[in-house]
């Protein structure tokens, strides 16, 4: 799955029968993702929006399914994600807000010893447009192109694409990586497959204050990157004050680290030009 | 959540960890009879304690009394102290430097200890200080004490010691679901024993739920900003004049931004969430209102928050709540049409660009 998502991408949604997981597995439906299971206990041979629904995991593997969504509330995700490992799921993508980050690290890494992907929490999800689409973004922003994206956030995640997709690009795919500050995989882990994607030819790289995960991306980008293919960065919270959580858990500047100042100046060192505001992100790719 | 050093001292005791023996007042009648010195300690969640004059000493029993009456209901940079700790005073031979926090970027645990402790961690050369992350996979294992033991160049006997905090600190950190677990200084008295001085634990917030022991008022929240997040919104307080509701954290912050770079300082941070309903606008106009902004800036992109809900629940509060400031809005997104008819229709100014909407803002906070 050098896209993280691809035509042989077989989607289980773990917390179907709730209302964002129901809504959004016919969304994800409508956009050509092969959503071939739900997981709800004790729904045993139902369907919801068409689609057949299991006790399990285990048992919805039946279904070919290689790839979960988890959407369930925030006290369940560290069983759900447990329960998706143990069935063999290849790619896990956690929705769910509010997770506790010491739940966060013992996921990742019993993933990330396994080889498996992990993808949020906190995030809206992974589309590859015209083929698959594991989430909520909304399914109208899209059009198939040479970009790719990946963001921090949800909502400036839409803007941006709707922006790029309005001024004539489109994208190979868009991934949220989540809001957390504990997540999955980062910028790094996704810079590789941008500059290994031959479709991709332009970078977009949307980040925010907390951690430093865009300072190593910048060095990532001096060290590894592949001239040929373009950068653009844009990062908010350049007007957060210190030491308060703006939205997401992970959006925080503590102890001096974190500060947009930091990862901009990163960036234009690694030859990345940085949009003041959303809109000028599609002028950058030019 | 941060709890208050004697919260994290009464953890440290279950856990093992030495703590100096003590007793928490809320009122001078509370004060036990005086058998020894004792540090008279305020207990608020503010770093630079000492600093700004919160601890006091009775070496005398005399002293005691004058220094309660002190410190109880003193402010202390705008905090009004209302708990003390006495606790007896240590006779300290040398100070150490020892905590477990989580280091983001390698998505860890990370022990870090000094030989140079009792002063703030930051501001000690990079050579005196041991940092080691933690695979959580492997958990707390007796060598990571020794390691430590070494580098701080303890004999067998401190090191012992020092080793079994340290385990002691990592079963806190991982059972409470600790941000931080911090003791600065841990102090090495004349007796030979390591004891912790102080505490510092911070405890994540996401994990309250099985930790309902715990449920501190964070007092760097301002009142309105509690309100707002029993709520359930995402709020902050800023220092500008324009009001803002946005949805989704990155959005919101981006309208922030772009409204500093305009020289438009924004009054607060609204993330309206992703929510469908026009009571959630209504109720957040009622916060944005309560922190008095000069003008107001909405701004959505529509996905499964629709533009024509968010428009109702615009026209909606504007009755409600008789708004008279200026208010500027901008729908993008899912259902973006149908939504600024709505508000023109209501004598609303609506944009579909961002960056107008911006201008525009800003443009009226100018004029007043």
Redesign the interface.
């Known amino acids: 799955m050098g896209y993280i998502v691809d035509e042989n991408t077989k989607v289980v949604v773990q917390g179907i029968t709730g209302h964002q997981g129901s809504f959004h597995a016919g969304e994800m439906i409508k956009f050509g993702t092969k959503v071939v299971a739900g997981v709800s206990p004790g729904k045993k041979g139902t369907q919801h929006n068409g689609i057949p629904v299991f006790d399990s995991v285990m048992d919805a593997m039946s279904t070919g399914a290689n790839a979960t969504m988890i959407s369930v509330p925030a006290p369940y995700v560290k069983d759900a994600a447990y329960e998706a490992i143990d069935a063999g799921i290849k790619l896990i993508y956690i929705l769910t807000e509010h997770v506790p980050f010491h739940d966060t690290l013992e996921i990742f890494h019993q993933t990330n010893v396994r080889g498996i992907r992990l993808l949020g929490p906190n995030g809206p999800g992974v589309t590859r447009p015209g083929v698959c689409k594991i989430g909520i973004m909304p399914n109208q922003i899209f059009r198939k192109g040479d970009v790719a994206v990946a963001s921090r956030s949800g909502t400036l995640t839409y803007e941006i694409v709707n922006a790029i997709t309005q001024s004539g690009f489109g994208e190979t795919t868009v991934i949220g990586l989540g809001g957390d500050p504990v997540v999955g995989m980062t910028f790094i882990d996704v810079l590789k497959l941008f500059y290994e994607d031959p479709e991709t030819r332009r970078i977009v790289l949307v980040g925010e204050i907390g951690g430093n995960n865009e300072e190593k991306a910048a060095r990532y980008i001096i060290e590894h990157g592949d001239k040929r293919k373009k950068v653009v960065a844009y990062i908010t919270g350049r007007s957060a004050p210190k030491g308060k959580r703006m939205g997401h858990a992970g959006a925080i500047i503590e102890r001096g680290v974190g500060t947009a100042e930091s990862k901009i100046k990163a960036f234009t060192e690694a030859g990345v030009k940085v949009a003041d505001y959303p809109d000028d992100v599609p002028g950058l790719l030019k | 959540m941060n709890l208050y050093e004697y919260q994290g001292k009464q953890l440290f005791s279950r856990y093992n960890i030495p703590v100096p023996g003590g007793y928490v007042v809320d009122s001078i009648d509370k004060l036990k009879k005086f058998e020894h010195p004792v540090v008279v300690k305020s207990q608020i969640l503010l770093g630079g304690r000492g600093k700004s004059g919160g601890i006091k000493f009775a070496r005398k029993p005399e002293e005691l009394v004058p220094a309660v009456k002190d410190l109880l209901g003193a402010k202390i940079r705008d905090y009004t102290v209302k708990q003390l700790l006495i606790e007896e005073m240590l006779d300290i031979k040398k100070e150490f430097y020892i905590s477990i926090a989580?280091n983001?970027?390698e998505?860890?645990?990370v022990i870090i200890t000094s030989p140079s402790g009792g002063v703030e961690i930051?501001t000690v050369p990079d050579d005196k200080i041991f940092r080691k992350n933690l695979?959580?996979?492997l958990g707390y294992s007796a060598f990571l004490g020794k390691e430590a033991s070494s580098f701080m160049g303890f004999d067998r006997d401190l090191s012992a010691q020092f080793s079994k905090i340290l385990q002691q600190m990592y079963a806190l950190f991982?059972e409470y679901?600790c941000?931080l677990v911090e003791v600065n200084p841990l102090v090495l008295t004349g007796d030979g024993k390591l004891v912790a001085a102080d505490s510092k634990v911070v405890v994540?917030?996401?994990?309250l739920?099985?930790h309902k022991d715990l449920n501190n008022e964070d007092p760097?929240k301002t009142p309105l900003e509690r309100e707002a997040n029993e709520k359930g919104y995402?709020f902050?307080e800023?220092d500008g004049k324009i009001g803002v509701i946005?949805?989704?954290?990155?959005?919101?912050?981006?309208t922030?931004?772009?409204?500093?770079?305009h020289n438009g300082k924004?009054r607060n941070?609204l993330?309206l969430g992703?929510t469908d309903s026009t009571e959630i606008v209504v109720n957040a106009f009622d916060l944005v209102l309560k922190a008095k902004p000069t003008a107001i800036l909405v701004n959505i992109?529509?996905?499964?928050t629709k533009c024509d809900t968010v428009a109702a629940g615009i026209v909606e509060a504007k009755k409600t709540y008789n708004i008279k400031q200026p208010m500027v809005v901008r729908l993008?997104?899912?259902r973006e049409d149908e939504g600024r008819k709505i508000l023109t229709d209501n004598g609303i100014d609506a944009f579909s660009?961002?960056?107008k909407a911006i201008e525009k803002v800003v443009s009226y906070v100018k004029v007043n």
């Open positions: 989580l983001r970027t998505r860890k645990p930051e695979d959580p996979l991982i679901d941000e994540d917030n996401d994990s739920f099985r760097e995402s902050v800023l946005a949805n989704g954290a990155g959005l919101t912050m981006a922030l931004d772009a409204l500093t770079l924004p941070f993330d992703g992109f529509g996905g499964v993008s997104g899912v660009e961002m960056m």
